[in-house]
T-cell receptor, first 115, second 109 residues
């Protein structure tokens, strides 16, 4: 089956620093990758959608200059949280779809804690 | 607007059957998904329905009625490990998933 990995699984950083999260599709080419954020006891919130080689489409209310997304290849997308603040602490999950565009395969998630 | 409704929490007994309902309103429709999410983990795929009717997969079944904008997930022979949140998501005309808030299922012995 399709596998999506994320790195790191957990990260703690100081307020004001930047953190990069990688999302990789291991055994398929991901035409589209999605970045979600999930706060405790809440559902998934879509942050942005990215297609390989093009700029990401951000959801309303998500600051594109703060959450930088790069989808440089068909197997790798990165999310960089710039100038992180404690309120950015959350569970960040990526997912990817292949050519069928139907099922989204989720990565294991990255828990970010900003101190 | 686009909207997914599902109950916030349900409780059931080990060995029993539980049905989790979901109603949806989306711009266009490309299928209805159910995902399971254990606390602290990413969602895992359970089922996909795009045609009306019941899809059975082991202890889990999913039903769809497109005319009613309604789906349910049926879990049989409940086990303690089934305690999790169950997320309903509708795929709209842009192939984007619109997510429900999830139903937390609590299984009691």
């Amino acid at each position: 089956g399709a596998v999506v990995s994320q790195h790191p699984s957990r990260v703690i950083c100081k307020s004001g620093t930047s953190v990069k999260i990688e999302c990789r599709s291991l055994d398929f080419q991901a035409t589209t990758m999605f970045w979600y954020r999930q706060f405790p006891k809440q559902s998934l919130m879509l942050m942005a959608t990215s297609n390989e080689g093009s700029k990401a489409t951000y959801e309303q209310g998500v600051e594109k200059d703060k959450f930088l997304i790069n989808h440089a290849s068909l197997t790798l997308s990165t999310l960089t949280v710039t100038s992180a603040h404690p309120e950015d602490s959350s569970f960040y999950i990526c997912s990817a779809t292949g050519t069928s565009e139907r099922e989204q395969y989720f990565g294991p998630g990255t828990r970010l804690t900003v101190t | 607007g686009q909207n997914i409704d599902q109950p916030t929490e349900m409780t059931a007994t080990e060995g029993a059957i539980v049905q989790i309902n979901c109603t949806y309103q989306t711009s266009g429709f490309n299928g209805l998904f159910w995902y399971q999410q254990h606390a602290g983990e990413a969602p895992t795929f359970l089922s996909y329905n795009v045609l009306d009717g019941l899809e059975e997969k082991g202890r889990f079944s999913s039903f769809l009625s497109r005319s009613k904008g309604y789906s349910y997930l049926l879990l049989k022979e409940l086990q303690m490990k089934d305690s999790a949140s169950y997320l309903c998501a509708s795929m709209d005309s842009n192939y984007q998933l619109i997510w429900g808030a999830g139903t937390k299922l609590i299984i009691k012995p």
